[in-house]
């Protein structure tokens, strides 16, 4: 299993020395993968990064989520057109470092809605991430299409949703992508959403109910990683946490975090790499049983 780190953890902003710091700490910690915030990917600089990655190989995903000028799913074509350009932009970065999976909320802005979508703003989004997903598939990259709370979006805040929206997407390099602090929000339990998702689940959020230290909060994690185990999970499991000790300022301000609940990266990442490596490891011992 390859367990990844958010990038956030190392760094506010990926410019050079903010990659390079990514990178060097996920890999001193013994994390198999970092996970890039890629909210700009045209101000993203791949040849610095391929130059880092060169001296310092890890394996990178990325993830963004969509602004109000770059909603798909949208009846505003203007910035649905500026959102398909984004992510095949994304793609190609990622293409470019050799990574295999673009994630998060690809198909809609991040943030609060006081209304569902229109059924023409949600069509607009299926024919991008489809178009998306045949460039992405030339570079053997998959799509994760995240499941998140009520207050990040007003379509996909269930694997039930999730499963019905890349349904009619279609396309077998388009997969859902299942958070347990927004699964601890608004699914029944741990278990069945990963039993329903089943080999569409293609890529892992852990993060804990405040997105702090894991296991100092509310989330079931031995039920999830159960979950995982009984489906033979076999695709990233990425650490996801937030705090103002580590600031973005477009991606902390969308994410409201406005607290403190770490202040310490190395200590914080350690500790979250033996807890997950834990939890899957007790997990496979039940076999023995
Ligand atoms: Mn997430």
């Known amino acids: ?12 902003d990926f410019d050079p020395p903010g990659f390079e710091r990514a990178v060097t700490r996920s890999r001193a910690t013994g994390f198999d993968i970092l996970e890039l915030p890629l ?11 391929i130059e880092t990655l060169g001296r310092h190989p890890i394996t990178i995903t990325a993830s963004l989520g969509q602004s109000r000028e770059t909603d ?6 203007e910035r649905v057109r500026a959102g398909e350009a984004k992510l095949n932009r994304a793609v190609d970065v990622l293409a470019a470092l050799g990574s295999r999976h673009l994630v998060g909320v690809l198909f809609g802005e991040l943030r609060k809605y006081s209304e569902p979508p229109t059924a023409r703003a949600r069509a607009n989004g299926v024919a991008v991430i489809r178009s998306v997903a045949d460039r992405a598939a030339e570079h053997g990259i998959t799509l994760g299409i995240e499941v998140v709370n ?9 694997a039930t949703q999730a499963l019905r929206y890349i349904d009619e997407v279609d396309r077998p390099n388009v997969v859902v992508h299942l958070d347990t602090y927004h699964m601890n929000i608004e699914e029944s339990d741990m278990y069945r ?22 296991g100092s909060g509310t989330v079931d994690f031995p039920g999830f990683f159960r979950a995982l185990d009984s489906i033979s999970y076999d695709g990233p499991i990425v650490f ?6 580590v ?12 607290r403190n609940l770490w202040d310490d ?20 011992t039940i076999a023995l049983h």
């Open 1 to 12: 299993m390859m367990i990844g780190c958010h990038g956030l953890v190392w760094a506010g």
């Open 39 to 49: 909210l700009d990917p045209y101000g993203f600089d791949v040849d610095a990064a």
């Open 72 to 77: 798909v799913t949208s009846e505003d074509l």
């Open 150 to 158: 009520r207050y990040e979006s007003n379509m996909i805040n269930t």
């Open 193 to 214: 959403p990963v039993a329903l998702c089943g080999d569409r689940l293609g890529y892992v959020h852990v993060g804990e109910s405040h997105r702090g230290y894991l």
């Open 240 to 245: 996801e946490t937030f705090s103002t000790a």
């Open 247 to 258: 600031v973005n300022e477009n991606l902390s301000r969308m994410l409201a975090v406005w």
């Open 265 to 284: 990266s190395d200590d914080l990442a350690q500790h979250a790499l033996g807890f997950i490596r834990n939890g899957l490891r007790a997990v496979e």
